[in-house]
């Protein structure tokens, strides 16, 4: 549930809150923020609807960063709902090693709506920063009935 015109989100993992800078979202936080600008009050509203069930995509500009973080935040943008890649797959798409590309997953200041979730290890279901770790990234990829799941 959003609190109108809060910055503040509830979702099953705790609050999230967005932040805009330049009319791009730069980070997503796991607590309550300030009040909402237009832009982190869409952000909260396409979340919410992610959360219902209702929306598989974001339309939303992003801070995509720079360099080889820029590339893997898209590439992990590019990874449709319900859907998982490897870090090696991405790693082999970018041009990378994997090291670096678990690196920019972990840097990713937009979990859920650059879906670092739904990267995972060869072998393993990889990290994930938010609260709750690795069960935060197992119950989203749950929510969006990604198969083939390592558990």
Known sequence: MRDQGANRLETPFGPV????????LVALDWQAGDQAD???????RQLAEYFAGTRQVFDLPFDW?????AVVRRAMAAIPFGE????????????APAQAVGQA??????????????????????GFSAPGGVE????????????????
């Open 65 to 69: 960063g720079q360099g080889l973080q």
């Open 105 to 126: 997953c972990g840097a990713n200041p937009l979990p859920l709506l650059i879906p670092c979730h739904r990267v995972l290890g060869r072998a393993t279901l990889g």
């Open 84 to 95: 998982t890649r490897t870090y090696g797959e991405i790693a082999r798409d970018v041009g």
């Open 38 to 44: 237009a832009l982190e009050a869409e952000g909260l």
């Open 17 to 24: 809150s967005l932040r805009a800078e330049g009319g791009v």
């Open 136 to 151: 935060t990234k197992v119950a989203l990829l749950r929510h969006e009935g990604a198969a083939g799941l390592l558990i």
